[in-house]
């Protein structure tokens, strides 16, 4: 359970269903309900497939061209810092247009609910804590997105523009202290293993 909450945390700042409510909003503006949930369930089996695949199969694709979990961690740290400053500065995540028959899967499964953050995230966590626990969070959090979308418009009505924004920004900052944690243990290690 204590792996499990370890793991939670860090997915719920990754994922951000909050952060991305507006780009959800703004995609199905228009929409019918009942199409909405479709899109909904869609995003959610697509963006389950791709996180476990890559929990999966991540390890084994670093072990074959030959690059260490303190390597990845460097490296996904950074990334996940660039990710987090990216979100914190300008504002806004990316939206680009879409196919309506595949919004669901692509942009709303991949890339806004398992995302380059979810996916480097899951690895890492994956090392540390295993794979079962991470597994379990991972999916917790792709099924709050879920709820997160389906109470879509109450919660823009709570929370207003603003409100969406902040709560963004805040997940974006939590997300850049993981990212600094993950380059200083990545480091650590290799230093640890060179001096060994």
């Known amino acids: ?59 084994l694709v670093l072990e074959l061209v030959g690059v260490g979990v303190s390597d990845f961690m460097v490296a996904g740290g ?5 990710i987090s400053l990216s979100d914190i500065l300008t504002g806004e995540k990316r939206q680009r247009v879409v196919d309506p028959e595949t919004l669901g899967a692509v942009p709303i499964g991949v890339p806004l609910i398992s995302g380059p953050a979810v996916l480097t995230t899951s690895v890492l966590l994956a090392n540390q804590y295993g794979i ?11 099924a709050i997105a879920g709820v997160v979308f389906y109470m879509a418009l109450p919660i823009e009505r709570f929370l207003g523009l603003a409100g969406s924004r902040t709560l963004s920004k805040v997940a974006s900052l939590f997300l850049a202290s993981i990212a600094v944690m993950l380059i200083r243990r990545g480091i650590f290690e290799i230093v640890e293993k060179g001096l060994n």
């Not at 950074?78 to 660039?82: F, G, K, N, P």
């Not at 079962?132 to 792709?142: D, G, H, V």
């Open 78 to 82: 950074i990334l996940l810092l660039i």
């Open 132 to 142: 079962r626990p991470t597994a379990l969070a991972l999916l917790a959090n792709i």
């Open 1 to 59: 359970m204590e792996n499990f909450l370890f793991c939670f945390i860090p997915f719920f700042v990754a994922v951000d269903a909050i952060g991305v409510l507006p780009i959800y909003l703004g995609l199905t503006e228009g929409l019918h309900s009942k199409r909405r949930r479709s899109i909904i369930i869609q995003s959610l089996i697509t963006a389950s497939a791709v996180a476990i695949a890559f929990l999966l199969g991540g390890p």
